[in-house]
């Protein structure tokens, strides 16, 4: 099973910028789907966005033409590219993939904090 690893979070302050980036440990050419999802404190884990093998995104209506995700394959890399944060950003980001029906384990996460 393909681990994936997250990294890029930090505090930053809102109308700023982060790039996260999820990392493979191996091929991630056969993940059907990859998304990035996060968890605010009190709150339930949400999608955020989610990229298909052939590059296909999607995204949660509140990230909308704030965030884009891509995926590399030749790098088994995944990134979230999140501009113009608002504080209500502030959650663990955590990225997740599919092969066919099965889902992987959820790893650590990133923090990602957002003062206003």
């Known amino acids: 099973q393909v681990q994936l690893v997250e990294s890029g979070g930090g505090l930053v302050q809102a109308g700023g910028s982060l790039r996260l980036s999820c990392a493979a440990s191996?091929?991630?050419?056969?993940?059907?789907?990859m998304g990035w999802y996060r968890q605010a404190p009190g709150k339930q884990r949400e999608l955020v966005a989610g990229i298909t093998s052939g590059g296909k995104p999607n995204y949660a209506d509140s990230v909308k033409g704030r965030f884009t995700i891509s995926r590399d394959n030749a790098k088994n890399m995944m990134y979230l590219q999140m501009n113009s944060l608002k504080p209500e950003d502030t959650a663990v980001y955590y990225c997740?993939?599919?092969?066919?029906?099965?889902?992987?384990?959820w790893g650590q996460g990133t923090q990602v904090t957002v003062s206003s």
């Open positions: 997740r993939g599919r092969i066919g029906p099965s889902w992987g384990s």
């Open positions: 191996g091929s991630i050419f056969s993940i059907n789907y």
